[in-house]
C-alpha cells in the first residue's frame, strides 16, 4: 500500500508544533497517538463508513471510528504521519476537520458533566430504595414495629446512604471544605453544613437507637440538588456566552507583500511571511528581524524598563514594544492571536473593575444564614428536634445565593458578546460596569472624530524636489500618527529613502537625518513656521520652514447623532493636538461641549484628564497610539482604529471605527446592565426572604428546598439574558 | 415474614448490579453516541469482511 502524494495547507502546519500537538491528541506513546477531531460535514451513513474505511486506503492510520451524534471522528494514527497530513487528508476527502484547542477545552467540560449525570444517577438509585425501605413506618406497617426489620431497613439505609453522601455530594462537601481550609467563605458551605448535619444526627439516632433518621430525606436533598444542577448546565449551555472573545476578533498585521504592504489577517499568516511594524507599534508576531533596527520595549511581557536592542537577524517576541522606526519581522512560525491577546490582557493591573461584590456579599450571607438557620433550629427544638433539624437544613439550602453569584457574569457575559459582533471589543468583562458609570467622554481629534480614509492632503510652499519628497516620506511612513499616514499617502508615487535615523518627539513631529540633511516634519510651534488655517503638517529642511502640508479631514459620518446622543448621556470634551482651526466647526455640529481644548501635548491630555476625574468618571477614547498616556490615564480608555491591527497597551477596549456610530448604544447597553443587576439582585433576595421565611415557619421541607433552589438561579440567569437581548434588539445591536 | 429480608438483599444485589452495569456503560462511552452503531451495522464491507474471518 501506497500512499497518494498530499499536498498540506500550511493551515494545518500549525498542528505539528510539539506544543500544540500535546494539548489537541488525546492520548499519545511513542508510535501512536488518538485524537477526536470535529468533522461538521458528516452527514449519512456512507460517511461512517467512508470515514472508518480510512485504515485500509492510507498507511499510517491505525483505526478511525466516527461518532454520528457528535460529528466526530476519533482518530489512531502512527507517529509517522503527521497530523497535518491527517487533517488534509480529510479535508481532500471532502471532511474539512474542525481542530482547536479551545474546541477541546470544551469538551473537557463535557465530561464534567457526564460524572454529573454518573452521580444523579447513583444518587437517584439510592434515594429510590432508601424510599422503600422508609415506606413501611411512613404508612405505620406492622413490619416497622418489629425489631429485626426496623434494624436491617435503617442498616440498609446508612450503607444506600454513603454514596449518596460522599459520591454523589462529593462536590458540594469538597467546595465547602476547600473554601473553610482555606479561610474564605463559599456558597457551598451552608448546604454542607445541611448536608453533614442531616447525615450525622440521622447515624446518631439510628445507631443509639433512638429513632429511625432522616436519611430518606437526605438522598431526596441530593438528588434533587443534583437534579437542580443538571438543569442548571442545560440552561446554560442555551445561554452561554463566548468565553473565548479572542476567537471573534478579525486582527490584521501589515504584511509585507514585494513592493506594497497589504493588510492581512493575522491567522491567515504562514511561515515566512514579512510583517511590517511602524514605530511605537506592538509587534504582533513571533519572528526574526529582518530589515530595520530594533529598540523593542518588552515591558508589558517582562516588566523589564529599558528597552533591548535588536540587530537583523535575532528573534523578536510578539508583545514587544518598537521604539526605533519601522522594521520588517519574518515570521518563524504560526502566529496566534491568543499569545498576544494573553499579552493585552495580563497587562499589570492598573485600573480596579472594583466589581467583586459578590465575594463579600456571599462572606456576609454565609454566616448571616448560618445563624438564622441555629436560631431557628434552637426555637424549634423545644418543640420538636424533628422539626428544628428539618428547619435547620431547610434554611441552610433554601437561601443558597447561587443567584447572585450568577447574575454578573451572565449579563456582562451576553453584553460582551453584543459588543464583539459589533466591532467592539473589551478587555474584560468588568469593564462594561465602568463603561456604565461613565459620566464625561472625553475625545480626541485627529483620527477619533475625523476619518484617515478621507483625508486629502494639499502641500503649500516652495517647490518639492524628488530628493526631498523622498527624504519627507521616509520619515512619514516610520510614524503611525495619521496625520503622518496621510503625507505618506500623498507621496505615494515617491520611492522612500531608506533611513533608521530618526526620532520621534511626541505630540512635535518627526525629525531625522536623511542625506545629510536635518528634516523636520511636524507641529507649526515645533519648527517656529508662520501657522495657517486649518490643520497642517510643516516641512523643515536644516531648520529652514520650506512649506506645509494641508490637511483637511472629514468628520465621521454620522458624528453628529452620536455627538448629540452621547450628550444626552454624558458631559462631552475634546482634547486635540492639532490647533483650533476646527473649533467653529465642532461648535456647530455640537454647542454644548463641556470642555474644548486644542494645541495639547499627549501628557498634557492626560492632565486635563486627571483634573476632570476629580469629580467624574472619565471615558477617554482616541488613538491607541499617539494618546495612549490619556487612554490608560482615563476611568475606561478605548482605542479606536480603521484596521485591528493590535492591542493597545493601557486601552481596555478597541473598537473599529466603522462601529463609531453605534457607540452611544454600547453606552446605553452598558448603563442598563446595571439596572438589570439591581433587578436581579432585588428578585432573588424575594426570593431568599420568602424562601428562608417559609423555612424558618417549619412549612418546607429540605426537600422542597433543594428543588426550589436551582430554581431561582435558573430563573435569574434567564431573566438576565432576556434583558440583555431585549435592551441590545432595541438599540439595533443584534 | 423473614423471607422479606432475603428478598430485599437479593432485590438490592441486583439492583446494584444494575447500576454498575450502567455505571460502567457510561464510563465506557457507550451512551456517547446513539446514533452511528445502527448505521455501522448497514456497512456492507464490513460485514463481509467480517463473514470472511
Known amino acids: 500500500m501506497k500512499n497518494a502524494p498530499l499536498d498540506v495547507s500550511l493551515k494545518y502546519k500549525q498542528f505539528d508544533l510539539a506544543e500544540n500537538f500535546n494539548q489537541l491528541v488525546d492520548y499519545q506513546n511513542d508510535k501512536l497517538y488518538g485524537i477526536g477531531i470535529s468533522l461538521p460535514s458528516i452527514h449519512c451513513s456512507s460517511c461512517i463508513e467512508l470515514l472508518e474505511d480510512l485504515p485500509s486506503f492510507y498507511e499510517g492510520i491505525l483505526s478511525a471510528k466516527v461518532n454520528f451524534e457528535q460529528r466526530k471522528c476519533i482518530v489512531t494514527a502512527s507517529k509517522e504521519l503527521p497530523l497535518s497530513f491527517v487533517a488534509q487528508l480529510l479535508e481532500d476527502i471532502g471532511y474539512p476537520p474542525q481542530i482547536s484547542i479551545s474546541q477541546k477545552l470544551k469538551e473537557a467540560e463535557k465530561t464534567v458533566n457526564k460524572n454529573n449525570l454518573l452521580k444523579l444517577a447513583v444518587a437517584g438509585f439510592c434515594f429510590g430504595n432508601i424510599m422503600l425501605f422508609s415506606m413501611p413506618h411512613y404508612f405505620g406497617l406492622q413490619v416497622a414495629n418489629d425489631a429485626f426489620f426496623a434494624r436491617l431497613f435503617s442498616v440498609l439505609s446508612v450503607i444506600l446512604s454513603l454514596p449518596v453522601v460522599f459520591y454523589a455530594g462529593r462536590d458540594y462537601l469538597h467546595s465547602a471544605y476547600r473554601a473553610l481550609a482555606a479561610g474564605k467563605s463559599h456558597l457551598n458551605i451552608p448546604i454542607a453544613i445541611g448536608i453533614l448535619s442531616l447525615f450525622g444526627w440521622s447515624l446518631y439516632e439510628i445507631f443509639s437507637g433512638v429513632g429511625t433518621g432522616y436519611l430518606d430525606s437526605l438522598a431526596g436533598l441530593i438528588f434533587f440538588l443534583l437534579i437542580g444542577k443538571w438543569f442548571q448546565h442545560k440552561v446554560y449551555d442555551q445561554v452561554s456566552y463566548t468565553r473565548n472573545v479572542q476567537e471573534f476578533i478579525p486582527l490584521v498585521v501589515r504584511q509585507v507583500n514585494g513592493e506594497e504592504t497589504i493588510w492581512s489577517r493575522i491567522d491567515e499568516l504562514i511561515k515566512g511571511d514579512q510583517v511590517l511594524v511602524k514605530n511605537e507599534e506592538i509587534i504582533p508576531v513571533n519572528g526574526i528581524l529582518s530589515r530595520g533596527s530594533g529598540l523593542i520595549d518588552y515591558a508589558f511581557i517582562t516588566g523589564e524598563a529599558l528597552p533591548e536592542q535588536v540587530s537583523i537577524g535575532e528573534q523578536v517576541y510578539a508583545g514587544g514594544c518598537q521604539k526605533a522606526g519601522e522594521l520588517t519581522v519574518t515570521l518563524l512560525e504560526q502566529p496566534s492571536i491568543d499569545k498576544l491577546w494573553s499579552t493585552w490582557s495580563n497587562q499589570t493591573e492598573k485600573k480596579d473593575f472594583s466589581n467583586r461584590w459578590t465575594d463579600h456579599i456571599s462572606k456576609y450571607f454565609t454566616i448571616a444564614v448560618i445563624t438564622i438557620a441555629t436560631v431557628a433550629a434552637v426555637i424549634w427544638s423545644f418543640s420538636s428536634i424533628e422539626k428544628a433539624l428539618f428547619v435547620f437544613s431547610s434554611v441552610l439550602i433554601v437561601a443558597c445565593p447561587c443567584a447572585l453569584a450568577l447574575s454578573a457574569p451572565f449579563t456582562f457575559g451576553n453584553i460582551l458578546r453584543v459588543f464583539s459582533a459589533n466591532s467592539f471589543f473589551v478587555k474584560e468583562a468588568e469593564a462594561i460596569a465602568t463603561l456604565g458609570d461613565i459620566d464625561h467622554v472625553v475625545l480626541d481629534k485627529t483620527g477619533t472624530i475625523t476619518e484617515n480614509k478621507s483625508m486629502s492632503v494639499s502641500y503649500v510652499g516652495s517647490k518639492l524636489d524628488v530628493a526631498t519628497a523622498r527624504a519627507i516620506k521616509a520619515l512619514a511612513t516610520q510614524s503611525t500618527h495619521p496625520l503622518s499616514n496621510a503625507v505618506a499617502q500623498f507621496l505615494s508615487k515617491y520611492q522612500a529613502i531608506d533611513s533608521t535615523s530618526f526620532e520621534e518627539i511626541a505630540g512635535k513631529g518627526i525629525q531625522g537625518e536623511i542625506g545629510g540633511r536635518i528634516i523636520r516634519l511636524g507641529a507649526s510651534q515645533w519648527l517656529t513656521a508662520t501657522e495657517s488655517k486649518g490643520t497642517a503638517v510643516y516641512v523643515s529642511v536644516d531648520n529652514e520652514v520650506i512649506g506645509h502640508f494641508k490637511i483637511s479631514a472629514s468628520y465621521r459620518s454620522g458624528l453628529q447623532g452620536v455627538l448629540h446622543r452621547l450628550g444626552k448621556l454624558v458631559k462631552l470634551s475634546i482634547l486635540s493636538g492639532d490647533n483650533a482651526g476646527e473649533k467653529e466647526t465642532l461648535k456647530e455640529i455640537f454647542p454644548n461641549f463641556f470642555q474644548l481644548k486644542f494645541n495639547l501635548k499627549p501628557q498634557q491630555k492626560a492632565t486635563e484628564i486627571s483634573k476632570i476625574q476629580y469629580d467624574q468618571k472619565v471615558l477617554m477614547i482616541g488613538d491607541g497610539l499617539n494618546d495612549s498616556s490619556a487612554i490608560e490615564k482615563g476611568d475606561l480608555g478605548i482605542a479606536i482604529t480603521e484596521n485591528l491591527n493590535g492591542f493597545y497597551p493601557g486601552s481596555d477596549a478597541v473598537l473599529l471605527s466603522d462601529s463609531f456610530d453605534k457607540l452611544p448604544a454600547f453606552m446605553e447597553l452598558a448603563r442598563y446592565s446595571k439596572k438589570i443587576l439591581t433587578w436581579s439582585l432585588v428578585f432573588s433576595l424575594c426570593y431568599n426572604v420568602a424562601g428562608v421565611s417559609f423555612a424558618v415557619l417549619g412549612l418546607l421541607t429540605p426537600i422542597i428546598a433543594a428543588i426550589l433552589m436551582p430554581l431561582s438561579s435558573v430563573s435569574v440567569v434567564l431573566l438576565d439574558t432576556l434583558l440583555v437581548r431585549i435592551k441590545s434588539k432595541k438599540l439595533q445591536l443584534i | ?53
Open chain 2, 1 to 53: 415474614m423473614k423471607i422479606i429480608a432475603l428478598l430485599i438483599s437479593l432485590s438490592l444485589v441486583l439492583a446494584v448490579g444494575f447500576l454498575y452495569a450502567f455505571y460502567r456503560a457510561v464510563k465506557s462511552g457507550q451512551f456517547d453516541d446513539l446514533e452511528s452503531p445502527a448505521m455501522r451495522v448497514l456497512d456492507v464491507k464490513k460485514s463481509k469482511s467480517k463473514n470472511q474471518n
